[in-house]
């Protein structure tokens, strides 16, 4: 029974749900974060992009079952691959977390421009994997673009509006991601024999994935950077709050997370192909505990000053 409950977390892809925590960015970044009346349809909203992304991951094993059983990680990782669940099951499975989403959407949230959305996430997904990943190049801007719907669905779920700087540096992000585990890959099943698992990989190497990656590190820190002084005004002649002034304190400390992350993944190569495993590291997870919380400050300073004097009224 244990096997089986890990065999279905592993085919829904449990681990890699972190992703659609993007949804909330728009709530953060749009000062809205302490609006508790928007938290029941934040979290519908995150189930359904969690079972969305599920589909997508079912339909993509079912797809790929047998360049899967060839792959020495995947053989262990997916249960389709390995027939630790059936083709039939995972079937089932899709048509029932597609009655879910159809249900909870249909019941609960009635937002034509999230269901939009939440499709363009399946859309995006199944043309990458039937004809986009043979491209390179392409490849790994189709999938960036996956983590982009999942921002801007939070923006259209509750009807906010927040800085384009804000999608660039998210669809950045995901090329820095993205291009790592295209490294991570490369140094598992070797150049040579890369390309048998993918035929994109025919025109990757090590040395060329390196060069994008410090290019996607410098547009991240730049994108970063200004959306920062345009935001707060920062460097004008125009009065500025003093903590706004501390969001510049997260700028070197994005910069440790980025040099961080591009040291692990190329000394530890299993961190660029699982990046949910980048959570574990201490010095990453204290650095971006740290960016939240100054941000958090900055942003929210009024907020949590009427709070305190309110209770300090009512004492």
Known sequence: MKKKIKSFL??????????????????????????????????????ILCFTSSINYIINDIVDIENDKNHPEKLKKKPLASGDISIVTAIITLIVLSIFIASTFIIFIKNLNFLFMVLLIILTGQSYNHFFKKHAFIDILVLSLGYLWRALAGCLLIDVFISAWLFLATI???????????????????????????????????????????LIAGSIFMTY????????????????????????????????????????????????????????????????????????????????????STLLKLQ
């Open 172 to 214: 950045e992000i995901a090329l820095f991601l993205v291009i790592a585990k295209r490294k991570g890959d490369l140094l598992l099943l070797g150049e040579n024999n890369a390309v048998e698992h993918k035929k994109s990989y025919d025109q990757y190497s090590l040395k060329l994935l390196e060069q994008f990656h410090v």
């Open 10 to 47: 592993n085919l829904f892809r449990i681990r890699q749900y972190y992703k659609n925590g993007l949804i909330f960015i728009g709530a953060f970044f749009s000062r809205n974060i302490l609006n508790v009346s928007l938290y029941p349809l934040l979290i519908l909203g995150f189930i």
């Open 225 to 308: 950077s200004l959306y920062l002084i345009l935001s707060f005004k920062l460097f004008s002649a125009e009065e500025v709050n003093i903590q706004q002034y501390f969001v510049v304190l997260t700028i070197p400390l994005l910069l440790y997370i980025i040099m961080r992350y591009m040291y692990l993944t190329s000394s530890k190569p299993k961190i660029a192909r699982n990046p949910e495993l980048i959570f574990f590291d201490k010095g990453v997870l204290i650095a971006g505990i740290s960016i939240f919380l100054i941000l958090a400050y900055s942003f929210y300073f009024d907020v949590i000053l009427n709070f305190l």
